[in-house]
């Protein structure tokens, strides 16, 4: 079977029932998504796929073959992190660590279902092209990642942080004009 990895092709012989899950972190030993609940109830195991968030302890490997598939590993570099992994360590969004993979690749597949204008469940306006994230309709989108350590504030507040337009840069001063 062949894979598109965080933007790497990878062939691997797997038996058909293997889930996407442990693929990624038994056979590609990539142990950024963790394996939570292997029900599908926690999110710890969070990847996206051709942008779309999903459950990887759910998915047979076998349905993802040459789809674009991006774990946390594949979102940022130590050198170049991705800007809601700066937003989580920056406003405390973890405590153990162990669900943050998810949280983050949730958080990344949530933002691109908004900007499409996607509607939750608390979503008011139906017909509106887009979404306004408010904190509970962040709460709501992201309500299928648990954190046992408790830190769902600094994981809300991470995400509206990374949301946040980008201050705008005050003009160089020459030297010649003081």
Same mark, same amino acid.
């Given at each position: 079977?062949?894979?598109?990895?965080?933007?790497?092709?990878?062939?691997?012989?797997?038996?058909?029932?293997?889930?996407?899950?442990?693929?990624?972190?038994?056979?590609?030993?990539?142990?950024?998504?963790?394996?939570?609940?292997?029900?599908?109830?926690?999110?710890a195991c969070t990847v996206l796929v051709e942008g779309e968030r999903i459950n990887a302890c759910l998915a047979l490997a076998?349905?993802?073959?040459?789809?674009?598939?991006?774990? &946390? !590993?594949?979102?940022?570099?130590?050198? $170049?992190?991705? +800007?809601? /992994?700066?937003?989580?360590?920056?406003? @405390?969004?973890?405590?153990?660590?162990?669900?943050?993979?998810?949280?983050?690749?949730?958080?990344?597949?949530?933002m691109a279902e908004a900007a499409r204008g996607v509607p939750?469940?608390?979503?008011?306006?139906?017909?509106?092209?887009?979404?306004?994230?408010?904190?509970?309709?962040?709460?709501?989108?992201?309500?299928?990642?648990?954190?046992?350590?408790?830190?769902?504030?600094?994981? &809300? !507040?991470?995400?509206?942080?990374?949301? $946040?337009?980008? +201050?705008? /840069?005050?003009?160089?001063?020459?030297? @010649?004009?003081?």
């Amino acid at each position: 079977m062949r894979f598109i990895i965080n933007g790497q092709s990878v062939e691997r012989a797997l038996d058909v029932r293997t889930s996407l899950l442990d693929l990624l972190r038994d056979h590609l030993h990539l142990t950024g998504t963790k394996k939570g609940c292997n029900q599908g109830a926690c999110g710890a195991c969070t990847v996206l796929v051709e942008g779309e968030r999903i459950n990887a302890c759910l998915a047979l490997a076998v349905q993802y073959q040459e789809r674009p598939i991006i774990t &946390i !590993e594949g979102l940022g570099e130590e050198v $170049a992190l991705h +800007p809601l /992994q700066r937003s989580f360590i920056e406003h @405390d969004g973890f405590q153990c660590g162990y669900c943050t993979p998810g949280q983050i690749c949730s958080a990344v597949g949530m933002m691109a279902e908004a900007a499409r204008g996607v509607p939750s469940a608390v979503t008011g306006d139906l017909d509106g092209d887009s979404v306004d994230l408010t904190h509970d309709e962040l709460r709501e989108r992201m309500s299928g990642n648990l954190c046992r350590c408790g830190a769902h504030n600094g994981i &809300i !507040e991470a995400i509206q942080a990374a949301m $946040a337009p980008a +201050p705008a /840069q005050a003009a160089p001063v020459r030297e @010649d004009a003081r």
